[in-house]
């Protein structure tokens, strides 16, 4: 994952954002969730490169973007989002969302005005109520969690980003999605975004989501243990025309268990 190129930098209301482009064509905008990072999408974005002009950018406070002690919430997200696009003078993209993605995306459509093409989205964050126990415990208690001793996170994180996943997943290639969480300021940055888990910036769109104008594919994790995947389906009833494709023997992160299943989907759908 040495070549995930992030070599620009957005500045978004003082804050740095890390971003990349690569190829040429038509614009196509992967937008990670959470607690990952835009390197969900290495080994899946590459297969556009020569094809569609990628664009992907890691989250406020997520990947190798600036870990502020400052408002990350979906609250923020969609804001950014809808800023990059201007940035990057996008008017009706190809739009790839997984998770926090996914409501980061459907936000700015709903909220901000912006247009797509499509959108794919991934075992998304769309239906109140979300949020699994252990977020629900550190939502309490932030301020005990951040101060854990180093080798307590992690032992932590792996074990929970490790529960997205189906398939056993070897450390080195979990690494890359722990490492941000690890230290200063990643260890506080972790359990700050858990805090600010809010469901009300779901609740907000919901019941807009029958007025969503582009063409929607939602593919689930049939083995998705975060989000099962009688939320998909529920989604998927109400968006009008909206295709749904459940991926066997995957979980929420369908990027490392099926990319095969989403590279295929994505080719059929663009």
């Not at 992967?30 to 890691?58: E, K, L, N």
């Not at 582009?214 to 083995?223: D, S």
Request: aromatic fraction near 10%; charge should be negative; glycine fraction near 8%.
């Amino acid at each position: 994952m040495t070549d995930w190129l992030l070599d620009q930098v957005f500045d978004f209301n003082g804050r740095q954002i890390r971003h990349g482009v690569r190829g040429d064509g038509p614009p196509l905008v992967f937008v990670h969730g959470t607690p990952f990072s835009s390197c969900v999408w290495h080994r899946i974005a590459p297969h556009f490169f020569a094809t569609h002009r990628v664009h992907y950018f890691d989250l406020l406070g997520y990947g190798r973007s600036e870990q502020p002690d400052a408002d990350v919430s979906l609250g923020v997200q969609n804001e950014l989002l809808a800023q990059l696009l201007d940035h990057w003078g996008l008017q009706r993209p190809d739009v790839v969302a997984h998770d926090f993605g996914g409501a980061t995306a459907l936000r700015a459509h709903l909220l901000n005005g912006k247009d797509y093409r499509t959108l794919t989205l991934i075992d998304p964050v769309a239906l109140t109520p979300w949020g699994s126990p252990f977020v629900q415990h550190v939502r309490q208690h932030e301020a005990a969690f951040s101060g854990l001793p180093d080798y307590i996170q992690r032992a932590i994180v792996p074990t929970y980003i490790r529960g997205a996943i189906h398939r056993d997943i070897p450390d080195d290639e979990l690494a890359p999605y722990v490492q941000p969480w690890l230290g200063d300021p990643g260890q506080a940055a972790f359990y700050r975004q858990i805090a600010q888990m809010d469901q009300r910036y779901t609740q907000e769109v919901q019941s807009l989501y029958p007025t969503i104008r582009c063409p929607v594919q939602i593919l689930w994790g049939e083995e998705d243990q975060w989000i099962p995947i009688e939320r998909g389906r529920e989604l998927h009833n109400m968006i009008p025309g909206s295709q749904f494709h459940p991926i066997p023997n995957a979980g929420h992160l369908v990027q490392e268990d099926a990319p095969e299943a989403i590279v295929a989907a994505l080719l059929r759908f663009l």
